[in-house]
């Protein structure tokens, strides 16, 4: 079937994923109220298109942390992508790069930083930071993470504990036997608790900058005060992000958090979201309530899950190519034409 809107990918990779692989990627936390508002929240923001602006010529580039992508969405860190594809982060390492556009490896990945970064060499990436009881292990991860020459550090700040997802429960979800948590290997042997920290605090970033050189952008940020604290903190990025509603159920769509963190950081850090994001008008409605860049993290899976990496560069074309024609409808010729006027908030 033809593959046109990332619906399709997602219909593919139910039907084709082992069920507890779909039911891990699927999952949100509880009743899924907040996994499910990500994606009906942005059906609530109507544009105010401008007419007669000269689209003929269009530039969707953008620049995060300095470093240009091709447009404004990268590939957020999400775990254990061999469950979709054989050759896991080394798939979607490749399709980042071969689209221009940055991908967050994740502290859970079926492949090494190492094997990663050999996969794709020159492709922007972050690795994504989980902060574990065994100190030692993360600075290690830290430590090779830089000299991997990945170029950001994303510490995730909103998973003290596991959030409850019921289907994994009833699954009994585990990796297969022949899968590994790659970077992890050898470290948590025995400790018989989980191995997340739940007693990390804002300090531990102070911490974090003594290890490494690279920026560090922290996710997980919903609120002004945690904004506020953020910029205090000397972060470079904030990834206004409700986990993809995998950890407090109820929390607020990621886009309706959005604004309020943008306001309270006044510029002085950027800032991306993820959570929801389906078609590349929702992406243009990000941009317009000033995020930088939006990040993706199921629909790089159900690209995975249909082809591995060719995939993920066809997901990632698809939204490039809707959020080109979104902008040009709505009458932004560039990524700086783009800005609040562009959208209203609907009282649904």
């Given at each position: 079937m033809a593959m046109v809107c990332l619906s399709d990918f997602e219909a593919y990779a139910k039907k084709y994923l082992p069920k507890s692989a779909w039911d891990y990627f699927a999952a949100g936390a509880d009743d899924c109220t907040t996994r499910d508002e990500n994606i009906l929240a942005y059906k609530r923001i109507r544009f105010r298109p401008r007419m007669l602006r000269d689209v003929s010529v269009m530039d969707i580039r953008t620049k995060i942390l300095g470093s240009e992508i091709s447009f404004p969405v990268g590939i957020a860190p999400?775990?254990?992508?061999?469950?979709?594809w054989p050759d896991g982060e080394k798939s979607t390492a490749r399709a980042?790069?071969?689209?221009?556009?940055?991908y967050i490896a994740s502290t859970y990945s079926t492949c090494t930083l190492e094997e990663i970064s050999a996969a794709a060499p020159g492709g922007?990436?972050?690795?994504?930071l989980y902060i574990h009881r065994n100190r030692a292990a993360s600075r290690q991860l830290v430590l090779r993470a830089e000299a991997a020459g990945f170029q950001g550090l994303v510490l995730t700040a909103d998973l003290p504990?596991?959030?409850?997802?019921?289907?994994?429960?009833?699954?009994?979800?585990?990796?297969?036997?022949?899968?590994k948590v790659k970077n992890l290997e050898g470290a948590f042997e025995v400790c018989k608790m989980s191995p997340l920290d739940p007693s990390v605090t804002w300090n531990d970033i102070y911490w974090l900058r003594s290890l490494t050189r690279l920026p560090i952008i922290i996710k997980g940020i919903l609120t002004r005060e945690d904004a506020e604290l953020a910029v205090r903190h000397g972060v470079?990025?904030?990834?206004?992000?409700?986990?993809?509603?995998?950890?407090l159920d109820e929390e607020p769509a990621t886009i309706d958090a959005l604004v309020e963190v943008v306001e309270a950081v006044r510029g002085r850090v950027e800032v991306y979201v993820d959570g929801g994001i389906r078609k590349g008008s929702d992406v243009?409605?990000?941009?317009?309530?000033?995020?930088?860049c939006v990040f993706i993290g199921r629909p790089a899976l159900w690209g995975l899950a249909y082809k591995g990496e060719e995939g993920l560069q066809d997901v990632l074309r698809i939204l490039q190519d809707e959020f080109r024609l979104s902008m040009a409808l709505a009458g932004c010729a560039s990524v700086s034409d783009i800005g609040q006027h562009l959208v209203q908030l609907s009282r649904l």
């Open positions: 999400t775990g254990f992508h061999q469950l979709a980042a790069r071969a689209m221009n556009t940055c922007l990436r972050w690795f994504q504990y596991t959030g409850r997802r019921r289907d994994d429960v009833r699954n009994g979800f585990r990796l297969p036997p022949h899968m470079q990025g904030i990834i206004v992000s409700n986990h993809g509603g995998r950890q243009l409605k990000a941009l317009a309530l000033g995020a930088k």
